[in-house]
């Protein structure tokens, strides 16, 4: 176990990792440039009702709400930067009721060109962290516009996407537009008879040990259309095995879309228009949610997508609307299509009043049924959250 870990961070060492568009950062008043920790809090809390709970099927929406109150997360946060070294931290835990966790904790190699002109245009990141694959995965549940994650994510990343074990290299490629390149490798960090680093591992891959990984893909682009827009495409991959004790593998292809709009200096009126799709290639899977649950079906293809359009008219208030579906093509799974509208009151920029209805449609067996969320958002201190990637203003 030492050995191995030993061998992780050493590699950690070498690769390179991370995005300067979209780099770790931080956002509002940081302490760590003088040598302190920064520390946050931040706490979800929703009440959920669905008109009937039976008709729904947890395996496909996710289980991240029950009926009733929901305690989603409470987060603490504790991030910070090595003074004259080209290094920044975080650790993200995660608060349940009964249990805590660690949603991400690594290491962030930034200005590589101290140590080497060579690497000017290389970053890295070592630890557990959230995987590039797409633009909503790589966020933490406080700045979703919305109370739940996507159906098409829910499927293939798991309700609280993919944030593993492993090793992350990108590169820039030093051309006047931005392109970048990422690759990562990770696993869910257990060895045999040693418990995991983490149990969140999305539903789509069998990893089961160390030795269980999956490899992304990712490369992305960004351009400013005007002085107030902005506009970033983006394609991702993830390859790995879908079984135990199998070669059948799955290969997830991720698009991903998102326009921004902002006018003057403050932070609103604001726009964030972000549309992404999945396509899951299957040899022999074994269906997870729906009519064939926990059967093992014949190779087949899977897609899905969601696009959300967000909207912040006025300093206090913002309006949301998501379609979401799964079903394109169907494959050997149920179709599934979701309507979201959310109203949103902030009280701060990390404080949060929201209000959620959707509306989900007949799927296979399961009936159709409306569920309304209302969603309590709030957190405090030196950074919101610290290190991390933040995809909307301040």
């Known amino acids: 176990m030492n050995r191995y870990a030993f061998s992780l961070g050493f590699i950690g060492l070498l690769v390179v990792a991370s995005s300067p568009g979209a ?3 931080t956002k509002g008043l940081t302490l760590s440039r003088f040598g302190l920790i920064d520390v946050s809090l931040q706490a979800n809390v929703a ?3 669905f008109d009937d709970p039976k008709k729904v099927d947890f395996d496909k929406i996710g289980d991240r709400h029950e009926k009733g109150f929901n305690l989603t997360s409470f987060d603490l946060s504790l991030s910070g930067q090595v003074p004259e070294f080209p290094l920044k931290f975080a650790m993200f835990l995660t608060f349940e009721q009964d249990k805590a966790s660690i949603e991400e904790a690594f290491l962030f190699f930034h200005k590589l060109e101290e140590f080497s002109p060579v690497l000017a245009d290389f970053q890295a990141t070592v630890g557990q ?10 966020i933490h549940d406080h700045e979703w516009f919305l109370a739940d994650p996507p159906l098409i994510h829910t499927k293939f990343l798991g309700v609280d996407g993919v944030h593993l074990l492993g090793a992350e290299v990108t590169y820039q490629v030093p051309i006047p ?4 390149f990422a690759l990562s490798v990770q696993s869910k960090g257990a060895l045999d008879g040693f418990p995991a680093a983490t149990s969140n591992t999305p539903p789509t891959f069998a990893l089961r040990t160390a ?9 992305e682009t960004f351009f400013d259309l005007t002085d107030t827009t902005d506009f970033s ?17 799955t290969y997830l292809i991720g698009s991903d879309v998102m326009l921004r709009w902002k006018s003057g200096g403050g932070s609103w009126p604001y726009i964030r228009w972000l549309t992404e799709a999945i396509w899951a290639v299957r040899e022999n899977p074994i269906v997870q949610a729906g009519a064939n649950k926990g059967l093992q079906v014949d190779s087949d293809v899977v897609g899905g997508f969601f696009t959300e359009l967000g909207y912040r008219f006025s300093q206090h208030w ?16 149920d179709e599934h299509l979701r309507l979201t509208g959310g109203l949103r ?50």
Request: aromatic residues 14%; hydrophobic residues 40%; positive net charge.
């Open 129 to 138: 962290f959230r995987a590039k694959f797409g633009q909503f995965n790589q």
């Open 177 to 180: 537009y931005f392109l970048q």
């Open 211 to 219: 030795g269980d990984v999956v490899v992304f893909p990712r490369i």
């Open 345 to 394: 009151y902030l009280i701060t920029s990390i404080a949060k009043i929201g209000l959620q209805y959707e509306y989900s449609a007949l799927s296979g067996r399961d009936k159709p049924y409306s569920a309304v969320f209302v969603q309590f958002n709030v957190g405090l201190g030196t950074v919101t959250p610290g290190v991390g990637k933040f995809l909307d203003p301040f």
């Open 318 to 333: 913002q309006v949301t609307g998501r379609v979401d579906y799964v079903g394109i093509p169907k494959g050997n799974e």
């Open 47 to 49: 009440y959920v009702n």
């Open 23 to 25: 780099v770790a950062h």
């Open 233 to 249: 495409l983006g394609v991702s991959g993830a390859i790995g095995r879908n079984k135990p004790t199998s070669d059948d593998r």
